[in-house]
């Protein structure tokens, strides 16, 4: 599942990139998995087509996934990042949803430890 | 040899027919679209009661279509009886072309003017891929595809096999048989004469093309109802994806066992017609060489075993298909019914101790 907010900094492109790009490299997508045809993603993000295909070529071009004629876009294999830092992320949403904080409580307690 | 082949053949559909039926159509599961759009908050509640409306309007109208269809094609067969019974022949078709054409012109919702501004703001996508066959029956595409197939391959044989009747119509199936006999002043049989008949009706070229160009109309219809069932985009709240899902997949099994109903119901008596005609052509006067015919009896009629087989099991597949398709068109009533009712309603009552 990806999320766009039209009033987030980053525009919506940079948004989809972003996201299927955290999904392919946490393993939530799988290698060969197919991603939704560009229209269909456009549609349900309520986004022009080309905003999509726009995110998709960017993820192309840095070899996350692979763009085929009849077999639309696929992730490519061996992108899972298998680091302690990824595990340990995992770990603080698990303790974070168990202790009732939000995305954004999260997101503030990490920003502040990020700049401190 | 033909004829041989042509009952294995048709043996070999029933016993399919039979697996397909008993494994897969008969077991279907409603979801109560009621309760999936009831979890959410007011306004989306009322967004998901606005799409359910669209919904029960849209199977209501394609209902009405199909049933405006076949009241017109029997009105067509009662004022034009010469054109035998060709209204009536092409009538299943015709009223799938109609309710299609409803359900594939007439969009859902997938967006409201009085949308929340910060939700409107926010839209989601899950990342799996929906294709033509993603909702509704896993047999939706390949059973309508297989009577598709079955139906077009045998009106094009039988189209190759009939022949004219007196107005020069492609309706009948003409035959060659040993009906009659040269007989000497002593009244016995010298030699047996091969006679050319032809019967009907028959599913010919006459009932066959325009069947045939409806079904073809009919099938792009159907696919172009699941193709935009598929490529509608997802409502905003993520809290009615089940309510969405469940009405993509009540759309997919209208689209699906409707076009499945009427290929059996358009089949089944064409099919009749093509038993009934080749039962009569394999009927002979068993005529002997050298058998003394005395007065005017006439001897016993006899029936080529091969072709009066042949008719039986095409009769019996007929009736098979009748029954199944009868059945698809009480779950296809089914599956409008599931949109009638309203959504469930959340009580807000406290009870105050």
Partial sequence: MIILDAAHPSGPAEQIRAQITALIQSGELAADARLPPVRQLAGDLRVAAGTVAKAYKELESTGLVRTGRANGTRVNPGLVLDTLALKDVQRVVTAARKAGLSLEDVQGIIAVSWNA | ???????????????????????????????????????????????????????????????????????????????????????????????????????????????????????????????????????????????????????????????????????????????????????????????????????????????????????????????????????????????????????????????????SAMLCLQAAPLMLFAASALFSSGQSTAYVVGQVVEGDTIPDTVLDPVLGILAVVIAVVALMLLVIGTILLVRWLGWMATTLRPLKEHSTTTVIA
Avoid at chain 2, 162 to 185: H, M, Q, V, W
């Fill in chain 2, 1 to 259: 040899m033909i004829n041989g082949i042509a009952l294995l053949v048709f043996l070999g559909f029933a016993v399919g027919l039979l697996v397909l039926v008993r494994r897969t159509i008969f077991t279907q599961h409603r979801s109560d679209l009621r309760m999936l759009g009831a979890v959410a908050d007011r306004l989306e509640r009322s967004h998901a009661q606005k799409v359910l409306r669209v919904l029960r309007a849209r199977n209501i109208a394609a209902l009405i279509a199909a049933m405006v269809g076949g009241v017109v094609a029997w009105n067509l067969h009662t004022q034009f009886p010469s054109a035998a019974g060709l209204p009536l022949a092409m009538a299943p078709a015709g009223m799938w072309v109609l309710a299609s054409a409803v359900l594939a012109w007439w969009p859902l919702p997938h967006e409201f003017a009085d949308s929340a501004s910060e939700a409107s703001s926010v839209a989601s996508a899950d990342l799996t891929p929906r294709s033509t066959s993603t909702f509704g029956p896993r047999w939706g595409i390949i059973v309508p595809a297989v009577l598709l197939a079955a139906t077009t391959l045998g009106l094009l044989v039988a189209g190759i096999l009939s022949g004219t009747d007196e107005k020069g119509r492609f309706r009948n199936l003409p035959y060659i048989s040993a009906n009659g006999a040269e007989l000497d002043n002593n009244m016995v049989v010298t030699h047996i004469q091969l006679g050319h008949g032809s019967v009907g009706p028959f599913p010919g070229w006459y009932y066959g093309l325009p069947v045939l160009g409806l079904l073809l109309v009919g099938a792009g219809l159907s696919l172009w109802a699941l193709y935009s069932n598929a490529r509608r985009p997802r409502l905003r709240a993520t809290k009615l994806l089940a309510f969405d899902d469940a009405v993509r997949t009540n759309v997919g099994f209208v689209v699906s066992t409707g076009f």
